[in-house]
C-alpha cells in the first residue's frame, strides 16, 4: 500500500468516525450537527480530541457519551459564538435606511434575530429601533441553539474594553447619539440599559431541527448559515420563507446570500452589499 493511499484510508476512517459520533450525540442530547460543514466540523472535532487528551474520535465519542460536561465543552466549540455589536456597521446604516421606512407601517413588529449568540447583534438592533421610535411597537425573537450564550444575552452585559470599538460601529452604523448613553460602566463591565431588553424574547431554538414559531416581519440570521452544508441551509432557507411575512425582509451576513437556493425567485433584492432580502411570493 502507498503512502497516499495509506492516507486516505485514514481519513476515511476519522469519517466514518466522526459520522458515528454526530450520530451519537444526536441521539443521546438532540443536538443535531450532522449537516454542518464538514471540513471546519472536523478541525473543531480533532481540536478537542486533543485537548480532551485523547486519540481519536471515537474515543471522544465514548468520552461525551458518559460526560456531559464534554458535551458542554463540544457544544462550545462547534457553535462558534464570535460577534459584535453593530457588526458590520454598514449593514446597520443600510438596515435603518432601506428597512426601517418599511417597518414604519406597521403598527406591530416581530423581528427574530436567529443565531443570537450573547446577544450585541439583538441589542445593537434594539438601539435602532429605539433611536426610529420603532421600539415600543416592536418583539425581538432572539434565538440561539446555545443555552449559554442565551443566558449570557440575558444579562446584557458586555466587556468595558470592547466599548470602543463598539462606539466607533455604532456611529459608523448611522448612530446619532452618545454610544455611553446606552450602559452604566461597571466592575464587572457595561450594564447596558435593562429597558433595552424589554421587547426581546431569549429562547432556545435549533434551525437543524425545530419549526417555525410565528410570523415576523424581519429575520435576521447573520454569518450562522455559512456552517452549515447546502442541504441545511436549503432546510433552514424553507423554514425563513415560511416563517416570514409576505413583503418581510430576510437578512444574512456578507459571506452568505439567497443566490442559488431554491427560494431565490422568490425574494427581490434590497440591498445585494448588506445581503438585504424582502420576500415578494
Ligand atoms: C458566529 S455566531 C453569529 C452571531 C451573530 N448573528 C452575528 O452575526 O454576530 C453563530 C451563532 O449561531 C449559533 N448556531 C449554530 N448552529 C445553530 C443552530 N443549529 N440553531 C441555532 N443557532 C445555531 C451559534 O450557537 C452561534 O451563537
Known sequence: MTPATAGGSDAERESIEIDLLLEAVYRRYGFD???YARASLRRRLQRRVALEGLR??????????HDP???ERLLLDLSINVTAMFRDPT?????????VPLLRTYPFIRIWSAGCSTGEETYSLAILLHEEGLYER???YATDINEAVLH???QALFPLEKMQEYTENYLAGGGTRAFSEYYTAAYEGAQFDRSLADNIVFARHNLATDRSFNEFQVIICRNVMIYFDTPLQNRVHELFYESLLRLG????????????TPHVDEYEVLDLHEKLYRKVK
Open 33 to 35: 450537527f450532522r449537516e
Open 91 to 99: 449593514f446597520f446604516r443600510a438596515f435603518r435606511s432601506k428597512v
Open 249 to 260: 425582509v430576510l437578512a444574512l451576513g456578507p459571506k452568505e446570500s439567497l443566490a442559488f
Open 69 to 71: 460536561a464534554c458535551m
Open 152 to 154: 449570557q444575552a440575558s
Open 138 to 140: 416592536t418583539r425581538i
Open 56 to 65: 481519536s474520535v471515537s474515543g471522544l465519542q465514548e468520552r461525551l457519551l
